[in-house]
């Protein structure tokens, strides 16, 4: 019995140890985040703007997004907050989804525009000859654990 504590009680800080590499580690390794002041000299040339929500049907409490992003022909920016994580892409979307079974289901006729690697505001460049007004969603997921994140309608 004494031996079979031992290694669940091993066994269980492996598991907790784990779970909090896998959280904060992307936290430790993040670059510096944009000032407010950064994202906001890319919103003049924005097009669109649209509000991610923690209230998604996805989104829980290790899931969410919450600011406002701007989507314009040079970047796509956010003036707000992620939930940290591993891997995050950021998709443009042809209608909007906020599960991670639309997600899928849809990801054959999305454009994925890039990085994400900051947890509070980000600007990701949209590569030339990309034209958002083909979509009308913005969507961050995590690539490695396919996990949605958030999403924001922004046409």
Not at 30 to 42: F, I, R, Y
Not at 77 to 99: H, I, R
Not at 103 to 112: A, I
Not at 124 to 135: E, H, I, L
């Amino acid at each position: 019995m004494k031996l079979f504590l031992l290694i669940a009680s091993h066994l269980l800080t492996l598991a907790l140890g784990f779970a909090a590499g896998v959280y904060w580690l992307p936290i430790l390794i993040a670059p510096a985040s944009p000032t407010l002041q950064e994202v906001q000299a890319s919103m003049p040339t924005a097009q669109w703007k649209a509000t991610f929500r923690r209230d998604l049907k996805d989104s829980d409490a290790l899931h969410w997004g919450d600011g406002e992003v701007s989507i314009g022909p040079q970047a796509i920016s956010l003036a707000g907050k992620l939930a940290p994580g591993p891997d995050y892409k950021l998709y443009l979307s042809p209608e909007f989804v906020e599960s991670e079974a639309d997600f899928k289901r849809l990801k054959p006729q999305m454009l994925r525009v890039g990085d994400v690697k900051t947890f509070n505001n980000f600007i990701v460049p949209v590569p030339q000859g990309v034209d958002p007004a083909k979509f009308n969603t913005v969507i961050v997921w995590c690539e490695t654990f396919s996990e949605f994140i958030t999403a924001a309608k922004y046409q």
